[in-house]
């Protein structure tokens, strides 16, 4: 019996030498997070610098999203809710990678990675609450009022336009990624309002047949004339879409392309704001290092992250300038009709008659304005 437990004790303490001793790094790196809180140590500009949200929105996000963060153990060093959501937002700001951003929060770059998933797919079911197409009958009338006095153009309630999301080449159809400038992207197609607000965004599909597709573009087939959007020449003419006169042939039409431009230029601006406000999609940071569904949800949630900003104003502290957004490749014959719109096409010539009947009616008066 003695013999028994001697041999018992040797394997416990074999099993004890086996073990491998844990690294001060990971003590120090705890301490670390629990006693230098960044919301507690950096300033308003500071913080907005960093995660581009100022601290009051960070905190709200926090309680709506802390309980789904809380890691169902009993481990001495387990990520706070806080430290996942602000290593998440570090990422979308900045677009590095994990291990860099692992070395500055004193984390692995496991740990970030599996922060960064957590968090945005305890966010994504929020998008819907930030980014709404307008359906109030106040909400419409005062976009609608806005591109009228501004652009003379009437019923419109937004402006659409797709851009590029470079992203990692997938090891699986990863030709159907490869946009036309040659790399690996996701097509996304953006709708504005007037504010900058992200009102509708699609995030699915590598293609650019997106509009046909979306649950924006059935519900303007359906609208019957009671809004429309603006789009650029890669769009069909519609009656709910209106695009520019290829060739203008007097000064109305020619006055009617520059308010499209102008009014247009919207949508550009916003996606340019979006992309430098959270750099992890700009093309600079070298694309999303993720998985296209992964992406897809990251996309999703920096565009509602972006309405938030804007809705409380947020200062766009880095160098502020205009994406260029990638436009969706149609060439427009003489009658103004690309491969989407055929000179016989019924949707077609509707579309053409009712961006006339604009013309006509609200253009006319511009330049005898315009030489007083």
Known sequence: ???????????????????????????????????????????????IRRYRLPRRQIAQLLNSIGPQLMRATRRNFALSPEVQLLSALRFSA?????????????????????AVQAVTNALLPLAAEHIKFPASRQDITEIQQYFLTHHHIPQVIGVINGTLIPI???SVDGHVYICRKGYAAINCQVICDHKGLITDIVARWPDSFIFTNSSVGQEAENSQGQ???????????????????ANPMNNRETN????????????????????????????????LLLAPQKCCAVIIVTAMLHNIAVQMRVLLLNREEDEEVEEMEEVEDEDGMGPHDQPRNAQ???????????????????PILASL
């Open 94 to 114: 900045t677009g590095s990678f994990l291990q860099v951003l692992g070395d500055g929060l004193g984390l692995s770059k496991s740990s970030v990675s599996r």
């Open 256 to 287: 009617f392309n520059e308010s499209h431009r102008v009014a247009r230029s919207i949508v550009e601006r916003t996606i340019g704001r979006w992309k430098m406000r959270f750099q992890a999609i700009h093309q600079s940071s070298g694309g």
């Open 168 to 170: 990692l080449t997938p």
């Open 348 to 366: 077609y010539m509707a579309g053409f008659h009712a961006r006339q009947q604009v013309i006509d009616r609200f253009f006319e008066i511009i």
């Open 227 to 245: 809004w429309r959007l603006l789009g650029d020449s890669g769009y069909p003419l519609r009656p709910y879409l209106f695009t520019s006169v």
């Open 1 to 47: 019996m003695a013999a028994l437990q001697r041999v018992l004790q040797l394997r416990v303490r074999e099993r004890q030498r086996q073990r491998r001793p844990r690294s001060r790094l990971v003590t120090l790196n705890a301490f670390v997070r629990q006693h230098q809180i960044p919301l507690d140590i950096l300033d308003d500009m500071a913080i």
